[in-house]
């Protein structure tokens, strides 16, 4: 008898130790793949005894903090909609995004610190979660919000050297602290003008004119010498008995004129020649058709071969028209490229994680994302769009003692006037800035989105962000 009670324990405590495991192996693997989901009731439980860790800009200006009220804890954005969609919300019915979303176990403190991670969940330990840093400068954001505001559009600031993001804005914008954002949800989600979309990740728009940059490193990669060839420009361009034409005849332009100009039949001419195959395999060293690595969520830029299987779809492609959809943080990784020698860093905003004694758990360090070209091609694409702001469409960024390299577009569209773009970097022998703007049928991208782009440049080279 005592030989079978022997057993039956044995089998008792080996399904206790089965469960045991099972249960550790819950909580320390699969714990936090469930806590990503932001609507799990145990974590509004424990936002109620930890003070949710602060977010702070690079140079410490705070742009996200809890307060505790009695025993309530209450999150507060002090600048409002000036950070909107870079902070995303955190409303108890509303749910989080942005990077109170992204970054949602570092900011409780439930990540970043095992130990101190260990005691939170077990109920004892400081309550206090992680702060963030953040890559934008609080004075170019607040610039880049102030210049946007009357209009919808986009602007981004990023250092092309390491692919920090200096400023992120989208216009219009919401109030995102809490009781304001609940009371007035449905008035915002059903406002026509799109106030929650942030229209520099996942807006969609032609590019119109600033794509020729692309499709100039792609001819100078395919053709060597192109940059000494001469095209006549007529003033239009008949491509399978469709007329695409200029503003006027441009006459005799090799590439860094027909650049400064804007020259569509050039442009148009040079994307038939290169042919669908080796454009398509061109604009996907550029990144085209994948996801770009950033902490926010961000459209794909699609890559459609079918548009791109006839003359017309191809020359229209070429100019930046057609099927061709970027968005504002693209295309501005684009131009950064293009300034750093062919290099496209991965954009990113978190710059630290600090622990509540402000001691860093976590520090990012730049990554490189694609090779979009050789230095030679990204040189001679320098020096054409260096000639597109002393001598071009693009005056009206031109600066003092600084050269700025840029590109102007008007991006015709379905919907009223033409898009305005501007993409820069600067300084061109050595950039350390980069912008994109956009104005959503804003006209003429010379006109609208370049003095946009040279104050937020100017601003940038005075605060020094690239030290």
Not at 179 to 188: R, Y
Request: proline share 6%.
């Amino acid at each position: 008898m005592s030989g079978l009670i022997r057993k039956f324990s044995i089998v008792v405590f080996a399904c206790f130790l089965v469960f045991s495991l099972w249960l550790v192996y819950l909580h320390l693997r699969l714990g936090p793949s469930l806590r990503e989901k932001h609507g799990d009731p145990r974590l509004w439980v424990l936002e109620n005894r930890v003070l949710r860790g602060g977010i702070y800009t690079r140079e410490g200006e705070k742009v996200a903090e809890s307060l505790r009220i009695g025993e309530k804890v209450i999150r507060c954005y002090p600048y409002g909609n000036l950070y909107c969609h870079l902070l995303g919300y955190h409303s108890r019915r509303l749910g989080k995004c942005g990077l109170e979303g992204e970054y949602d176990l570092y900011l409780l403190g439930l990540k970043g610190d095992f130990w101190r991670s260990l005691l939170l969940r077990s109920g004892s330990g400081e309550p206090r979660g992680n702060d963030l840093y953040l890559t934008i400068d609080h004075q170019i954001q607040e610039r880049a919000w102030q210049l946007l505001s009357p209009y919808r559009g986009a602007a981004v600031v990023l250092n092309p050297q390491t692919g920090e993001v200096l400023a992120l804005v989208s216009t219009p914008g919401f109030d995102p602290n809490p009781e304001n954002l609940e009371k007035n949800w449905e008035q915002i989600r059903s406002d026509p003008r799109h106030p929650v979309v942030n229209r520099a990740t996942f807006g969609l728009y032609p590019p119109g004119s600033v794509f020729k940059i692309v499709t100039a490193a792609l001819g100078l990669e395919c053709f060597p010498g192109l940059e000494r060839e001469v095209f006549s420009c007529h003033g239009e361009l008949i491509v399978a008995g469709r007329h695409l034409r200029d503003l006027e005849p441009h006459g005799k332009v090799n590439l860094k004129k027909a650049l400064a100009v804007s020259c569509n039949s050039y442009f148009a001419a040079l994307g038939l020649r290169l042919g669908a195959e080796r454009f398509s395999s061109g604009l996907r060293d550029f990144g085209w058709g994948e996801d770009i690595p950033f902490e926010l969520p961000t459209a794909r830029i699609s890559l459609s071969g079918e548009s791109l299987a006839t003359a017309n779809g191809l020359a229209e492609a070429a100019v930046g028209q057609g099927k061709v959809l970027v968005t504002p943080l693209f295309m501005a990784l684009v131009a950064a490229a293009l300034g750093n020698d062919g290099v496209m860093m991965e954009p990113y905003l978190v710059r630290e994680i600090r622990g509540p004694r402000n001691e860093v758990l976590w520090r990012r360090s730049p990554k490189v994302w694609r090779r979009v070209c050789s230095p030679e091609v990204a040189e001679q694409v320098k020096e054409a769009m260096v000639e597109v702001v002393n001598s071009g469409t693009g005056t009206a960024a031109s600066l003092p003692g600084i050269q700025v390299a840029g590109k102007t577009g008007s991006a015709e569209n379905p919907n009223g006037k033409p898009h305005a773009w501007f993409v820069a970097f600067a300084p061109a022998d050595n950039p350390c800035v980069a912008v994109s703007v956009l104005i959503e049928n804003g006209g003429e991208g010379g006109r609208v989105a370049a003095p946009i782009a040279r104050e937020l440049i100017r601003l940038a080279l005075t605060e020094g962000v690239s030290e």
